[in-house]
């Protein structure tokens, strides 16, 4: 218990010195308002057809579309680029705990934020939705029609797409709601820890510059037409759907497995981790 309250005390201090940085500022704000240029063409589209939406399906229309996550991803990469995290409460810390557990409360603090972001990215867009939408589980009718665009007129009118047929046919809105917010939720965690553990073990900024070049490789696999393999595919769900159902257990096993053996390598390491030297990098 005493140990719990150690790792939630060490959050709570940090998730006030990070918020009061402008750079987590701009981050987080960027992670609100750079979804409302696909937000307002989704609703323009609505108000065309003439029909109310789900308030649900904004978000789950705006996080479909790849260049939306693309950019979405790198508001979420300044808020966790000062990774380690070290200040000048660190020294204290460690003097308190051990490194193992530091490093575990590190991880608990990405966990935090990216649930905060990820708030941050959904709520505004179910909010905004509300004069044009309803409450439940059904999809409605804008969204249906927009799944059959398979000429993307609508799309190229609009300037928004949603080809995600079999989702909306293996699930109701809500379920692929939480399931979005869950794959998303999970690419940030993974996301972050790839910045934080390179960042960590590496120094500098290679753990900012190696999660970058995994994050925009996705653009590139998709280009390719490989996006089951592009880990940025993982954050939507509906990238594993097909007539055969939704198969979500796959990115989620994926960027589970893999955020945990990046926790494994970090604790392997954190003992050979100069804390002094990283104190000095970050003032």
């Given at each position: 218990m005493r140990k719990l309250q150690s790792i939630l005390q060490i959050t709570k201090n940090l998730l006030l010195y990070e918020w009061s940085d402008k750079r987590v500022i701009m981050g987080f704000l960027a992670g609100v308002t750079v979804p409302f240029y696909w937000l307002k063409n989704f609703l323009d589209y609505v108000a065309a057809v003439g029909e109310p939406v789900n308030i649900l399906e904004a978000f789950l229309v705006?996080?479909?579309?790849?260049?939306?996550?693309?950019?979405?991803?790198?508001?979420?990469?300044?808020?966790?680029?000062?990774?380690?995290?070290?200040?000048?409460?660190?020294?204290?810390?460690?003097?308190?705990?051990?490194?193992?557990?530091?490093?575990?409360?590190?991880?608990?603090?990405?966990?935090?934020?990216?649930?905060?972001?990820?708030?941050?990215?959904?709520?505004?867009?179910?909010?905004?939705?509300?004069?044009?939408?309803?409450?439940?589980?059904?999809?409605?009718?804008?969204?249906?029609?927009?799944?059959?665009?398979?000429?993307?007129?609508?799309?190229?009118?609009?300037?928004?797409?949603?080809?995600?047929?079999?989702?909306?046919?293996?699930?109701?809105?809500?379920?692929?709601?939480?399931?979005?917010?869950?794959?998303?939720?999970?690419?940030?965690?993974?996301?972050?820890?790839?910045?934080?553990?390179?960042?960590?073990?590496?120094?500098?900024?290679?753990?900012?510059?190696?999660?970058?070049?995994?994050?925009?490789?996705?653009?590139?696999?998709r280009f390719l037409g490989q996006i089951r393999f592009a880990l940025m595919g993982y954050a939507s769900p509906g990238n594993f759907a097909d007539a055969g159902g939704i198969h979500l257990v796959r990115p989620v096993a994926v960027m589970v497995v893999l955020a945990a053996a990046l926790v494994a390598i970090q604790c392997c390491l954190i003992d050979k981790v100069d804390f002094k030297e990283q104190m000095h990098v970050h003032e």
């Open positions: 705006v996080e479909h579309e790849y260049k939306s996550v693309m950019f979405l991803v790198l508001g979420w990469f300044l808020i966790v680029s000062d990774a380690p995290f070290v200040n000048g409460n660190t020294y204290y810390s460690l003097c308190r705990t051990k490194k193992r557990s530091w490093n575990l409360t590190m991880v608990f603090y990405i966990l935090v934020q990216a649930a905060l972001y990820t708030a941050g990215v959904a709520l505004p867009m179910v909010m905004a939705s509300l004069p044009w939408g309803f409450v439940g589980k059904m999809w409605s009718s804008p969204v249906y029609l927009l799944s059959q665009d398979f000429t993307l007129s609508r799309s190229e009118e609009y300037g928004i797409r949603f080809l995600q047929r079999d989702m909306m046919r293996s699930m109701n809105v809500l379920q692929a709601f939480l399931a979005t917010v869950l794959c998303f939720f999970l690419y940030l965690v993974l996301t972050g820890l790839i910045l934080y553990t390179g960042n960590l073990l590496l120094g500098g900024i290679w753990g900012l510059a190696i999660a970058f070049v995994v994050h925009v490789g996705g653009l590139g696999m």
